[in-house]
């Protein structure tokens, strides 16, 4: 008589049978994500909230991990799955590592990762994952995904709980959308850090879940540098 | 995963191998819990299940309901860890309450795992008993290696992870949070938290359950932004935030264990009770 909604784990009960309780496997744990590339590098960066509910778990997580010299993953969403789909990331990079003694290109892990999501397409991994790095040529470049792992190259996207408030901004200040009589300008390292604070301090005002700190890390060539930028911890 | 039952007699403890691997898609073991008791205690080969099912006339695949525990029976309520100048501070009351009855007002819910590591538990006491065993085996087995190897902190930390994440993704979760503390291999202060869902972090302070919203105000006003708190500041902290736990939390309870692990050592002091202040009872007409 407890007919259950399709949820992973319910089962319909015959008319008497045991009634049953499901239990939900995921949880959100919020974040923002927002990667954006360039002619010769790529911005990477993630707020450092980890939160449950209403509370707040740590002000000091970031979301971003690092693959390899040339690519960094951001990933929001439901904490355990982040953990565990980066865990056997990392580990697949590490055999492919082993296999073809080459690390794995920014466009091979882009592959990767979407068999990966797929692969678990009837319970997913409940990520928003953003990819990015340079390729072959020294190129930025950046990829987005969906929990199943579609996934779309571009300029620059955003992923997890502020994501939707700051990727408009973004393909108005990036991709000049909607802007008539512009002259498009080269992105430069220092614009686009600019540029990446200002959206996060704009979006932890709206989103509750965004906020404490950005973690901001450039890729270039030359290696991978980090800054941190305090936000409100409100 | 695989249950290894040791040869030769009856063991309480199982091994328990998680493969940390692959995300293979699902093997559905739901039919083990039918043909289960048909498994003979000293087997010294891995359990089959093809040997084990019904071939005969009439055979119709029974939509059993799912028999696993959704829902914790005796329970623990908060767990509060901190950091401070050298080590490590947990401290959990020791009720286990049965729904809302004070059921068992004795019962250890910090654990002391080896020289290196203490933890707590909240939630489901049947569910931590059942990993503490595991945990003290690990141990046991770690000693006769003998390699020179101990387990810290994080590396136990990592592996509550990854069996808590593997028993919720079969829909048969340890429902546990457990707190985890220690020194790292470089010797600083290690604090964790792991939920029955495997969500995982490492903070200077860590309170689960309902704890969480009521000592970790208390908790980061006093150490964020400060320099490391000395044991003995720590140690009033932690009795302070027990207090108003104690004030607040329907389920919790007055007497509870404090557990301190520094560099060298581990002292789980049993037998604290909280007083507290009920002078503004008096305020009340009833207990004028």
Not at chain 1, 78 to 86: I, R, S
Not at chain 1, 205 to 225: C, L, M, N, S, W
Not at chain 2, 149 to 176: E, G, K, M, Q
């Amino acid at each position: 008589m407890s007919v259950q909604t399709m949820q992973p784990g319910a089962r319909e009960t015959a008319a008497g049978g045991p009634r049953q309780r499901y239990f939900y496997p995921y949880a959100d744990n919020g974040g923002t994500v927002v990667a954006i590339a360039g002619d010769d590098f790529v911005v990477v960066a993630s707020d450092t909230r980890l939160s449950s509910g209403y509370s707040i778990y740590t002000r000091d997580q970031k979301k971003t991990f690092q693959l390899s010299e040339r690519t960094i993953l951001g990933s929001t969403g439901c904490w355990c799955d982040v953990l565990t789909m980066t865990k056997v990331l990392r580990a697949r990079m590490q055999m492919y590592r082993h296999e073809h003694n080459k690390a794995m290109s920014t466009g091979a892990v882009a592959q990767l990762l979407s068999t990966m999501l797929y692969h678990k397409r009837f319970f997913p991994y409940y990520v928003s994952n953003v990819l990015a790095g340079l390729d072959e040529n020294g190129k930025g470049i950046v990829y987005h995904y969906d929990p199943v792992g579609h996934h779309d190259p571009g300029k620059c996207y955003t992923g997890g709980s502020g994501g939707a408030l700051i990727q408009p901004l973004l393909d108005n200040q990036i991709n000049y959308k909607n802007q008539e009589n512009v002259t498009p300008e080269p992105l430069t390292v220092k614009k686009t850090v600019s540029i990446i604070k200002d959206v996060f301090t704009s979006a932890c005002e709206r989103d509750i879940y965004t906020g404490d700190a950005v973690a901001i890390q450039v890729i270039t060539k030359d290696g991978i540098t980090e800054e941190l930028f305090p936000l409100r911890r409100d | 995963m695989m249950w290894k039952i040791p040869e030769g007699g009856h063991s309480p403890l199982v091994f328990i191998k998680i493969p940390m691997f692959l995300c293979c898609g699902h093997l559905d073991f739901k039919h083990l819990t039918s043909t289960m008791d048909l498994m003979p205690l000293q087997a010294s080969q891995p359990f089959d299940p093809s040997k084990y099912r019904y071939t005969g006339p009439n055979v119709q695949p029974r939509q059993l309901p799912n028999t696993r525990s959704q829902a914790p029976i005796t329970t623990g309520t908060s767990v509060i860890g901190l950091q401070f100048d050298g080590g490590v501070m947990i401290a959990a009351d020791k009720l286990g309450s049965y729904g809302s009855l004070a059921r068992y007002q004795n019962i250890g819910r910090l654990m002391r795992v080896n020289d290196h590591v203490i933890l707590g538990c909240t939630g489901d006491y049947a569910d931590f008993q059942f990993l503490r065993d595991i945990i003290d085996q690990k141990m046991i087995d770690e000693e006769c290696l003998d390699d020179g190897i101990v387990t810290r902190a994080p590396a136990l930390h990592c592996w509550l992870t990854r069996v808590l994440y593997n028993r919720r993704s079969r829909f048969d979760p340890l429902w546990t949070t457990f707190v985890v503390g220690g020194l790292d291999d470089d010797g600083k202060p290690f604090l964790g938290f792991v939920d029955k869902l495997g969500t995982a972090y490492t903070a200077p302070q860590i309170v689960s359950g309902m704890g969480g919203h009521l000592a970790t105000p208390l908790l980061r006003e006093k150490m964020e932004g400060q320099p490391p708190l000395s044991e003995e500041a720590a140690r009033e902290l932690l009795i302070r935030c027990m207090t108003v736990c104690y004030y607040r939390d329907c389920r919790a309870f007055s007497k509870f264990q404090i557990a301190t692990l520094k560099a060298g050592s581990i002292k789980i002091e049993d037998d604290l009770e909280v007083k507290g202040d009920w002078e503004v009872a008096h305020f009340s007409k009833e207990h004028a």
